[in-house]
């Protein structure tokens, strides 16, 4: 989908979050399904490679920009030991299936040139795309982001990735080339998501 290393909604003054913070429900419904949302932990290195390897080769390649077989340790541990304001990342797993519930993950990093700007990447396991959990965890992502001081999101994405384009074509992000077969967008942090929503399941807390 997106490289990383690695409109949302405007607020007043940018404020921190943390695991302990978080400023969505714990239980939504997205496109039929029951899903838990939740900040990325330490302990989920395993569910972040089993998850990997559950990607076809276009969604690593689409996610990566290049091939991929194997997510390697030292990414995985990048990936999961994170800070939560300059580097954060929101996961969403199928509360229906408790023994690999791994569904997405959405995050940001800082750019350490340009701090009021963060890198982007989605990836959404391919038998739970095309029902609207890549749009809801970035527009999560995008409120999360610029309660942190982050005003931008700059990254690249595939010309073939219709999906992710429409997606973010949507949000009001800007496209260049930027060599062969690849754009790079600027995606601002404003009010157009404002009423996005999320929808909220039985028993789900804001």
Known sequence: ???????????????LVSTTAAPVPEIVVCGGLTLQLRPIRASDKDG????????????????FLAPMNRLPADIV??????????????????????????????RYI??????????????VVDEYQGRGVGSLLIRMLCLTA?????????????????PMR????GLGARFD??????????LDLGPATRGSGIPRAAGGRR
């Open 1 to 15: 989908m997106l490289r990383t290393p690695h409109h949302a909604v405007m607020l007043s003054t940018p404020q």
């Open 110 to 123: 800082r750019l350490p040139d340009a701090p009021h700007s963060a890198d982007v990447a989605v990836t």
């Open 166 to 169: 429409r997606m973010l074509t």
């Open 48 to 63: 972040l490679q089993r998850g990997f390897d559950r990607l076809s080769p276009t969604s690593r390649y689409r996610r």
């Open 177 to 186: 080339r930027d060599g062969d077969g690849v754009l790079s967008f600027e």
């Open 146 to 162: 610029y309660r942190n001081g982050i005003e931008r999101f700059s990254s690249l994405v595939l010309w073939e990735n219709l």
């Open 77 to 106: 541990v990048r990936f999961t030991e994170i800070d939560y304001v300059d580097h954060f990342a929101w996961v969403a797993l199928d509360a229906r299936r408790p023994a690999d519930p791994g569904v997405a993950v959405a």
